[in-house]
């Protein structure tokens, strides 16, 4: 064999290797990363001095659920759209699921990703329309650089017992956790979003507005559990790159670990975690619909030498055969139309066909100004 025969032969099998996420590259004990996962000096995160740190900590608007559905709806309102126009995040208190089942969603998902790889990579594939799919990276087929993580991804659209058979069997309680939390978190999606859409004018209190609605009601659902293993070098890479998420909501459970962080003002800072709290964020879908009044905003994750991370993401858009586009309610002279019409095929094309780079799918929906 040649020399050059050779030496694309062992960087094939270090590709192969990566595919296989970064737990199983854990697991065979490095001490450095590999070539694969170091980001170019730009894309790096900071290093921020340790006088510094407390200056790049961010409290979020907070929105309590419970006053939401109490008599100080309309306050609470104001403050959530400003939330969405200012911040495009917030974080979502008293909004009713117990911690048993925050706990129990949380610990499973640490369980899984502790399992012997043979056991994990029953689930690999790198279909992007896989209803169960275990995975690494952000995009691990277009990526040029990896990210620190691994993910496990389930649908949930309707939640059939056809669906729950080809989640994992392994921990033996995921299924029913994770179906107990999708119930509970789509419920909660469906308040939020009826709030969301009342903050925009779009729904008022106390009508029956089911044409509005029903849509909304009846959207996707992707659960998606994301691993961030100790990195012995956390300062060359990331657990994700700079991304808005794609859809209307994103409901974020993290762990007690910090890594979130989100682009505001120009600098990157740190999402302080509040127990059983939700960080609720605008997707794409949601800042086409509110024709960009409500702003889907960049975001990243940070890992670190010393513990790993677990949190879990509950996405949350229309079904996944309708359009997006901008509300009619919200166009008119003064607010032209800025986003083309869009649907979830579009965006599964785009993402399977480019890297995926900041905020780069909304990007190629607006229109000519």
């Known amino acids: 064999m040649c020399p050059t025969m050779n030496i694309l032969s062992v960087e094939k099998t270090k590709e192969n290797e990566y ?12 001490t450095r990363i590999p070539k694969k996962y170091v ?23 907070i929105i309590d659920f419970a006053q939401l559905q109490g008599p100080n709806r309309c306050q609470v309102l104001k403050s959530l759209a400003k939330a969405c126009e200012e911040y495009g995040f917030f974080q979502l208190v ?33 279909d992007m329309q896989a209803p169960v799919r275990l995975g690494t ?28 058979s080809l989640w994992p069997s ?7 956790a994770a179906a107990n939390y999708s119930k509970q978190t789509i419920f909660l999606y469906q308040l939020l979003i009826g709030a969301i859409l009342e903050s925009l004018g779009i729904v008022k209190e106390h009508i029956n507005d089911s044409q509005n609605l029903k849509e909304f009601e009846d959207g996707s659902q992707l659960l998606v559990l994301n691993c961030y293993p100790c990195c012995p070098e956390p300062d060359l890479t990331l657990g994700m790159p700079p991304h808005s998420d794609y859809g ?23 999402v302080e975690p509040i127990p059983n709290s939700f960080v609720v964020n605008v997707g794409d879908h949601l800042e086409i619909f509110s024709n960009g009044r409500y702003k ?34 919200l166009i008119n002279e003064s607010n ?13 094309e785009y993402i399977s066909s480019y890297e995926h780079k900041s905020k780069s799918f909304l990007e190629s929906r607006k229109l000519p100004s």
């Not at 595919?19 to 490095?30: A, D, F, T």
């Not at 048993?100 to 399992?115: M, S």
């Not at 952000?138 to 669906?163: A, E, M, T």
């Open 137 to 164: 990276s952000f995009n691990q087929n277009k990526d040029g650089v990896f990210c620190w993580r691994d993910f496990l991804k389930l649908s949930c659209h309707s939640l059939s017992s056809d669906l729950i």
């Open 296 to 329: 889907s905003v960049l975001h990243r994750v940070l890992v670190n030498s010393s513990k790993s991370r677990i949190s879990v993401a509950s996405l949350h858009s229309l079904p996944y055969s309708s359009k997006i586009q901008p509300s009619p309610k």
């Open 170 to 176: 392994s921990p033996i309680d995921l299924r029913e």
């Open 248 to 270: 209307l909501l994103t409901l974020l459970l993290q762990d007690e670990v910090k890594g979130l962080q989100i682009q505001h003002q120009g600098k990157w800072l740190t």
């Open 336 to 348: 032209p139309k800025l986003y083309k019409d869009t649907d979830f095929a579009t965006f599964l």
């Open 39 to 61: 980001l170019p000096i730009s894309d790096r995160p900071l290093i921020v001095k340790k006088q510094e740190k407390n200056d790049e900590n961010l409290n979020l608007p």
């Open 94 to 126: 008293n909004h009713g699921i117990d911690s048993d089942t925050i706990q129990h969603i949380i610990e499973v998902g640490k369980k899984f990703f502790e399992l012997p790889f043979e056991e994990r990579a029953k689930y690999m594939s790198t």
């Open 19 to 30: 595919q296989k996420g970064v737990r199983h590259l854990c697991e065979s004990g490095i």
